[in-house]
């Protein structure tokens, strides 16, 4: 897309994936089961390994958002692989916005008629899943 970026910066106690250097903004690749993707793991097929990576997940977002002031943008797997449109607009979005958006999730959005649009049902990750 032409966005100058840094892959894998460091920052104090954590590395980002992707942090946009001209706009000082954050995207984060989210492997579906690495990170437990809330439509394909729920409690009943959560393994040990989400139980763990859950709550450092939500530490690394708490710190970026408390020390820095920068909302993350989260682009998963699925959607990068079958909804990439989706997450072009909203990386265009998100650097257009300075960072504001509505939500932070690709697999919260769609595309109807070339425009970006928040889904209805907004699904927050990790909500639902209990002792993580």
């Not at 993707?37 to 959560?46: A, I, Q, S």
């Amino acid at each position: 897309m032409g966005i100058l970026y840094t892959n894998e910066k460091g920052f104090k106690y954590y590395a980002v994936d992707n942090y946009l250097d001209e706009h000082n903004l954050i995207i984060e690749v989210m492997g579906d089961f690495w990170h437990c993707h809330p439509l394909k793991y729920n409690n009943e097929n959560m393994r040990d390994i989400h139980k763990k990576r859950i709550p450092k997940d939500k530490a690394k977002h708490a710190y970026f958002k408390n020390n820095y002031n920068i909302e993350i943008l989260y682009l998963w797997e699925d959607d990068i692989y079958n909804n990439l449109d989706v997450c072009n607009a909203l990386i265009n979005k998100y650097i257009n916005n300075n960072g504001i958006l509505d939500n932070y999730h690709s697999f919260n959005y769609r595309l109807q008629n070339n425009e970006l649009i928040l889904n209805d049902k907004i699904i927050v990750p990790y909500q639902d899943i209990v002792n993580a």
